[in-house]
């Protein structure tokens, strides 16, 4: 609700205020939730602090729903906003002669500079698709494919609005200065400025008979948006993550790797945009069908002026300041490299020379490729994120996983690394997607995920407990580290007494991001999911013991949620046969492609 009327909000002011391409409802909602979060409002709201992922806080769930659900959803509608009747069959050679070769250059030279200024690789994703497609809503729309953090959300988002500014009041003067005619000049705006109300805005300052700049840009720039697709698949395919797969997963044909990354939601955006196709061939100019796209327009508005405002709520001041000059240097690069590559190929183009602009295209293609390879290498990333890693920065999952790899293979994998990997440790959007949706019992009301095991025995799992859930007494048969990450969990522990009984020790709610850690089997506790909300521990699992788990059955029914410190409990042992307690490793957690 929260997110809902900051967004009410933003788009009022936008249609409010006088049209402007420096105010946008996106902007607007961003800049209002940051605002409220680094700001006494915070507190008058009830909003937690900052943390990782917005816990402990009664809005996590809420915001969590939006960047996931509400996000898909306007995907799907954005749709309905591909203009395809404004190709010829001119254009769209141009257009996507043009596209193919910028597209993959500004990609290209958006990863370099971000290995060369140690930009994490999901925020350089994020610059250089909002930079290839269309500003912010690309941006929104790939972060869940890449593995982003809200935060990185809402740089790149400013950084695509600052860029649009930019072509604003430097493309005219520009497409002026080397002699573009109107037509090509408004083909010129769409084709490289990022944000669509920004390129419009610029392809009319092209001016022409009949509006032609404006009309031209809204066409290369309706078929930028049709793009969206093919990229969101190409990097599902290239940034997938997730928990590790069985034996021989990885040989799987392209056509079910394309399916198994496939984001579900892509299809809904690819249908609505044929639906809008045969609309505008059909229905053109027709009450019921212009109100139904007005609709759809304003619905997406303020869909997306929610998603922004979320991520705002999640954008803290000091992770403005301390990524924005990187950033910005990034997606300079990358709008930089797609203005002059585009012009370059429109200019020769429209001087009657296809073959000069088509080797200028292909020449940059090949150049950036090349220079990418040279940069990027899978060393160099690694190198990259173990630098960050070892600064202090956040880790994802999936980079989790390759730091663990490099430090098992330097040595025995110590007890400080595991804490400070833990303590760093924050999932990006969607990575726990496997944990949430696993089929593998850990017990009553819990799932499992194992994402990372090593030959030295160590695991990086991940388990889900729904509300109210609680384990029986146990003990591993393994070392365990672990932290909550998401919702409350109660941990009791227990003495053994002997006589067939055992003493309540403790009980403890734990803190969030709090670390917990047993010794094996000498660690007798229960762990409850501790509210109305399902909870998520994050878990460093050591070698196993060789011996199977221990549980401990009541002899006589206690409720042990209620019992006191010090009390008594008659138990009888038993070994403990839930997955992955029974001595066989972590590998049980392993999922099927």
């Known amino acids: 609700m929260l997110a809902l009327f900051i967004a009410v909000v933003s788009v009022g002011l936008a249609h409010a205020l006088p049209p402007s391409p420096f105010v946008s409802d996106v902007m607007l909602a961003l800049l209002i939730g940051a605002i409220i979060v680094n700001t006494p409002l915070a507190r008058m709201l009830g909003l937690g602090g900052l943390g990782k992922e917005r816990e402990p ?6 915001l969590r729903y939006i960047g996931k659900w509400v996000l898909r959803l306007a995907i799907i509608l954005m749709g309905m906003k591909v203009q395809t009747s404004f190709f010829g ?10 596209a193919a070769c910028s597209l993959p250059s500004a990609f290209y030279v958006a990863h370099v500079l971000g290995v060369m200024l140690g930009v994490r690789r999901p925020l350089v994703d994020l610059l250089a698709g909002g930079t290839m497609i269309c500003g912010a809503s690309a941006v929104n729309a790939i972060a869940p494919v890449v593995g982003a953090h809200r935060e990185e959300q809402g740089v790149a988002i400013a950084v695509m609005f600052l860029f649009s500014v930019v072509a604003m009041v430097s493309f005219r003067a520009t497409a002026v200065l080397i002699g573009l005619d109107p037509a090509h000049a408004g083909l010129w705006s769409g084709l490289a400025v990022n944000d669509l109300s920004s390129a419009i805005a610029v392809g009319t300052q092209m001016g022409g008979d009949g509006g032609i700049g404006g009309v031209m840009a809204a066409a290369s720039k309706s078929a930028r948006i049709l793009l969206l697709a093919p990229v969101l698949v190409a990097l599902a395919l ?19 790797r394309i399916v198994e990354a496939l984001p579900g939601f892509l299809l809904g955006y690819v249908g609505l945009a044929v639906v809008r196709a045969l609309g505008d061939r059909v229905a053109a100019g027709h009450v019921a069908w212009t109100g139904l796209l007005a609709g759809d327009k304003l619905a997406v508005d303020l ?13 803290s001041l000091r992770t403005i300041l301390g990524s924005s000059a990187r950033a910005v240097a990034v997606g300079g690069g990358a709008s930089a490299c797609t203005a002059i590559l585009t012009v370059a190929m429109i200019s020769a183009a429209s001087r009657g020379a296809p073959v000069v602009a088509a080797g200028i295209g292909l020449a940059t293609v090949l150049g950036t490729f090349l220079l990418h390879r040279a940069v990027t290498r899978g060393d160099v990333r690694t190198a990259l994120v173990r630098r960050q890693f070892d600064e202090g920065r956040t880790v994802t999952l999936s980079e989790a996983t390759s730091i663990l790899d490099v430090v098992e293979r330097e040595g025995p994998l110590e007890d400080a690394f595991l804490r400070k990997l833990l303590d760093q440790l924050s999932p990006s959007i969607g990575e726990l997607i496997p944990a949430r949706t696993s089929p593998l019992p850990h017990g009553e009301g819990c799932r499992w995920v194992t994402y990372w095991e090593g030959k030295s025995g160590w695991a990086l799992v991940a388990i889900v407990r729904e509300p109210g859930s609680m384990t029986p007494i146990h003990a591993h048969p393994h070392r365990l580290l672990g932290k909550a990450i998401e919702g409350v969990l109660e941990e009791m522990r227990f003495r053994e007494l002997g006589d067939g009984s055992v003493e309540l020790l403790s009980r403890d709610v734990l803190g969030h991001e709090k670390l917990v850690e047993t010794d094996g089997l000498n660690t007798l506790h229960v762990v409850r999911a501790y509210g109305a909300t399902p909870a998520i521990d994050l878990q460093m699992r050591g070698p196993e013991s060789g011996k199977p788990g221990r549980r401990l059955k009541l002899r006589t029914p206690v409720e042990l949620t209620t019992v006191d410190i010090g009390t008594h409990i008659q ?22 492609p």
């Open 571 to 592: 138990v009888l042992e038993e070994v403990d046969d839930r997955p992955g307690h029974g001595g066989e490793g972590a590998s049980v957690g392993r999922v099927a």
């Open 89 to 98: 069959r001119g254009e769209v050679t141009m257009i996507f002669g043009v």
């Open 57 to 62: 806080d009664r809005y996590a769930a809420g």
């Open 238 to 256: 290239a940034r997938r993550h997730g928990p590790i797969d069985q034996k021989g997963a990885g040989k799987e044909s392209l056509g079910a």
């Open 303 to 315: 869909l997306m002026a929610m998603v922004s405002a979320g991520i705002g709520l999640h954008l």
